[in-house]
């Protein structure tokens, strides 16, 4: 039991990486790799110049392959709260971080590899990759942030995953929502980037603005949710990002017009 590390750097266009990096047991969790997490995630959300997260696995067989079963073998009821909460904790460290969290899903998601991956902003996969939620299987439910499933997948597929502990392949992945795009083999890096281009051509206090009102919205009502948004939309005037990027947006609109006269 034991062993990996978490690795996470930024680079120069805000852009973290954070590697869960314990190939040799497919990514798999343990508790102190778990603690290493939650530090590492809250310690690049805290970077004042972040732009975006790519959260991955090490490797191609795996982004995670669940939780260690060789940890989970020996607890006891207070153990087991004790470890369930260190899941949750680490599904709750990309949900409140401030910038956009991509999932970058090569290999196995299984058990509370889809758990974090649910937790993420968006999921793009490898055409190859394969999903599941086989804790029934091994004598337990399914829990914490599984609870986000029937949001992305709806009742009916969610009960299907969780109840039969099946695993699906990429295809119905995508087809069911469980993930938003796949990468064609050996293209997953490259997908991931595209889908960064648009968070980096946006306003970086916009961005942010707009995951802490996504947020907001998923437990309020919707009068409450209307109001939230009037706020943030007048927030946004605060600051100069608005009408610099509009003023940029109007001259690159003139000027087609003109090269099209």
Do not use: Y
Not at 13 to 19: D, E, F, I, L, S
Not at 130 to 144: A, D, L, Q, T
Not at 187 to 195: G, M, N
Request: proline share 6%; net charge neutral; charged share 20%.
């Amino acid at each position: 039991m034991g062993g990996g590390s978490v690795r996470a750097s930024i680079d120069a266009r805000g852009v973290a990486t954070v590697t869960i990096a314990n190939a040799a047991k497919l990514n798999t969790l343990h508790p102190a790799l778990m603690r290493e997490f939650v530090a590492a995630f809250d310690r690049i959300s805290a970077a004042p110049d972040l732009r975006a997260v790519i959260l991955r696995g090490e490797g191609e067989r795996a982004f995670i392959g669940g939780a260690d079963i060789t940890a989970m073998a020996g607890l006891d009821p207070a153990s087991a709260r004790a470890f369930i909460t260190q899941v949750h904790e680490c599904c709750a460290a990309p949900r409140r971080c401030p910038v956009p969290v991509i999932a970058r899903l090569a290999g196995f998601t299984l058990g509370a590899g889809l758990e974090i991956a649910a937790a993420a902003d968006f999921r793009i996969a490898d055409a190859r990759a394969s999903f599941g939620m086989p804790e029934v299987r091994i004598g337990i439910p399914s829990v914490v942030e599984a609870a986000l499933l029937p949001r992305l997948i709806g009742w009916g597929r969610t009960r299907r995953l969780l109840l039969t502990g099946e695993t699906i392949d990429a295809a119905i992945a995508l087809a069911w929502g469980l993930v938003e795009e796949l990468a064609p083999p050996g293209a997953l890096d490259q997908v991931v980037e595209r889908a960064l281009n648009g968070i980096l051509a946006s306003g970086p206090r916009a961005i942010r603005a707009q995951k802490a009102l996504i947020g907001a919205w998923e437990d309020a009502p919707l009068p409450t949710a209307v109001a939230r948004g009037i706020a943030f939309f007048a927030d946004a005037f605060e600051t100069d990002e608005p009408t610099r990027m509009m003023a940029g947006f109007l001259e690159t609109m003139r000027n087609r017009k003109k090269n099209a006269d």
